[in-house]
């Protein structure tokens, strides 16, 4: 994440969560949970305000951010209190685990302290990049920035997976430029961090509203395939003495990935207007960069993008700030099937 990143993520928390008085609304339920706690006191209903609470964690846009703004809005331990996640934790403390009613008030206050104490961190970070911020800007005005983390079994330590992945995003590029009639030195890399090897590359909007295009379809097809390969694993748990359904559920993930891989090929190429008997070419190269996204994604790799910025609204931008919403949507949804494989 860089500096304007960071910079444009306090400003966000100040408009979403403090100008929801969303610690104002922790704070009203918690204090009526503690009047409800004390004895030979009137129980004044909460609902509503329960109702009102969640109702704006619920609307905080949390898939606007970045994957390292969303990391980063966890480590200010902001994240766990709003959102879903902060609405179901609402929901535990009231009603799923619920011990007694002064329990819970307690759990609401320290929920609430860990939000404002986040908040907190982030103006200290607000006012200290003051006056130091200037808008990094690595792409053009037509240009969308995107970041491939190599983590997971896509992890590149050494040159010999530095060569393999390069070829790979090779074919990737080539790919999707040559169905928009470009040249792969036209995605360019304007950035890397370490760590878990991020490489930043700068993509004109139409190639960028292809990938995502993709990626969102692969997400799709990388659920299915999680999905059965989970019903084969309760299986082989089962201990069964015969092994046939568990393998013919892996053949049918197989089976599902390759369909997939075929039918996200046909979408964009559809979208695109390439046709078979002119652009047989392009078609080729384009499945070609399907099947390595597939492949990356399922492997572990991240496919990250910054958003365009806000008033930007051309149809490119509304359809790349559509797609990226999605698709982390559709990633926070397969690690939480990922995990409950695990």
């Known amino acids: 994440m860089n500096v304007s990143e960071l910079s444009n993520l306090t400003q966000w928390i100040a408009n979403q969560i403090e100008t929801k008085t969303i610690p104002q609304k922790y704070q009203t339920l918690q204090a009526l949970l503690q009047q409800h706690s ?28 970045t994957k ?37 008030a307690r759990k609401i206050q320290e929920l609430n302290q860990k939000l404002i104490d986040g908040i907190a ?18 792409e053009a005005d037509n240009e969308t920035l995107m970041r491939v983390s190599f983590t997971g079994s896509a992890l590149m330590s050494n040159v010999t997976d530095f060569k393999k992945w390069g070829a790979f995003w090779y074919d990737i590029g080539r790919g999707v430029a040559m169905a928009h009639n470009a040249a792969p030195e ?9 760590g878990s ?5 700068a993509l004109v909007n139409g190639i960028a509203v292809t990938i995502s295009q993709i990626i969102l379809a692969a997400l799709k097809v990388a659920e299915k395939v999680i999905d059965i390969k989970t019903k084969a694993e309760e299986l082989r748990r089962l201990k069964m003495k015969n092994e046939k359904f568990a393998k013919d559920l892996d053949g049918e993930a197989e089976n599902e990935k390759k ?5 996200i090929t046909k979408e964009v190429a559809n979208t695109l207007q390439l046709k078979e008997s002119e652009e047989g070419e392009k078609i080729k190269a384009l499945d070609r960069s399907v099947k390595n996204i597939v492949d990356f994604i399922e492997k572990g790799g991240v496919i990250d993008f910054v958003a365009p910025e ?16 999605e698709i982390r949507r559709l990633e926070a949804k397969i690690a939480l099937l990922e995990h409950k494989t695990a």
């Open 186 to 194: 036209e995605i360019k890399i304007v950035g890397a961090t370490k």
């Open 197 to 201: 090897i991020i490489i930043e590359l």
């Open 259 to 263: 369909s997939g891989i075929e039918e």
């Open 121 to 138: 961190r982030s103006k200290k970070i607000k006012e200290g990049l003051a006056g130091c911020v200037t808008e990094e800007k690595y």
């Open 310 to 325: 806000i008033g930007k609204e051309d149809d490119d931008n509304q359809k790349l700030r559509v797609a990226f919403q």
């Open 38 to 65: 004390q004895p030979n006191n009137q129980k004044p209903p909460f609902e509503s305000q329960k109702q009102d609470l969640i109702n704006a964690l619920i609307s905080v846009p949390l898939m606007q951010l």
């Open 68 to 104: 390292d703004q969303l990391d980063f809005l966890s480590c200010l331990g902001i994240a766990q209190a709003v959102g879903e996640e902060g609405a179901n934790e609402v929901n535990d403390v009231l009603y799923k685990n619920v011990i007694d009613v002064a329990t819970s």
